[in-house]
């Protein structure tokens, strides 16, 4: 799972997405204000990867691998326009399956078998957070695909209808005053950037933290969730079989090569 700061002010107030979070198998560290809160609090320098970034790592290696992946979410037109970009792109890689993400909370099962059987050892879900962090984990169980990753807005940028930041902004770490600039809809959900940025200068210097974050479950969250280094969980659905082991070892050697 990506973690971001907006993910750990939501994980902060909601319990059961505190939960989602902390069982993820790999948490890496999606963009500069989660690094430099790491930096800040534990002095040290995480390598960090934006979700989108790692999703067309990810994309890359299942090319070179032939692991066929399975793109989930999105709006109909966005996902058949991401497919057809995907054959651009990688023109090796089996894509075994695509459905768009407005389907009924009643069709899930379905959903979930039409994945399975498409025999996919990749599946991305994008639903938008944290809608696709609880999808995943409501039915990671029922799932038979080895390697699930939530991945937000990617299906729109790689269809075209949504334009990544330039350089410049990814650069720098900026790419969220980008999105803010070109869609200020989204203001209420960048002042969990405010809040986050206060709760680690609060926590630096030893202040009172707001009472939500002084009954002491936060503390787990910022340990195991920021940590940025892809790391295993004692609750990876991880069976032993080949194919998992073959992603995992892939995703591992992704991340590390991140920026
Ligand atoms: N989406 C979806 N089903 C839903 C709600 C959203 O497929 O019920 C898709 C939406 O079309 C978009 C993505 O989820 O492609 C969310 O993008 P956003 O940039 O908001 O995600 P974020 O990374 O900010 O969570």
């Known amino acids: 799972m990506a973690i971001n700061p907006e993910k750990v002010c939501f994980a902060r107030g909601d319990e059961a ?62 996902i058949e326009r991401a497919r057809q970009a995907l054959r651009e792109r990688h023109p090796r890689l089996r894509v075994a399956g695509c459905l768009d993400g407005y389907f009924h909370e009643d069709e899930s099962e379905s959903v979930v078998q039409e994945i399975n059987a498409s025999g996919a050892d990749m599946l991305f879900v994008a639903l938008g957070s944290p809608k696709q962090e609880r999808w995943i984990a409501r039915y990671r169980s029922m799932l038979e695909t080895p390697f699930c990753m939530g991945v937000g807005g990617s299906f729109d940028v790689l269809s075209g209808r949504v334009k990544r930041a330039p350089r410049v902004f990814r650069r720098t770490g900026t790419e969220w005053l980008y999105r803010l600039a070109r869609e200020p809809w989204r203001w209420r959900r960048q002042t ?28 787990e969250i910022e340990e195991g969730a920021v940590s940025g280094v892809a790391q295993s969980s004692s609750a990876s659905r991880d069976n032993g079989t080949t194919r998992s082991d073959s992603v995992r070892s892939q995703l591992l050697s992704t991340h590390s090569a991140g920026d």
């Open 17 to 78: 997405f505190r939960e989602i979070v902390r069982k993820a198998t790999f948490h890496v560290c999606d963009g500069a204000g989660t690094a430099a809160a790491v930096r800040i609090l534990w002095g040290v320098k995480i390598p960090r990867i934006t979700g989108i970034e790692l999703f067309f790592q990810m994309l890359a290696v299942a090319e070179e691998e032939d692991l066929c992946a399975f793109l989930l979410g999105a709006r109909p037109e966005a």
């Open 192 to 219: 969990a950037l405010i809040g986050f940025a206060l709760s680690v200068l609060r926590e630096k210097f030893r202040l009172p933290q707001p009472r939500l974050y002084r009954q002491g479950r936060h503390a």
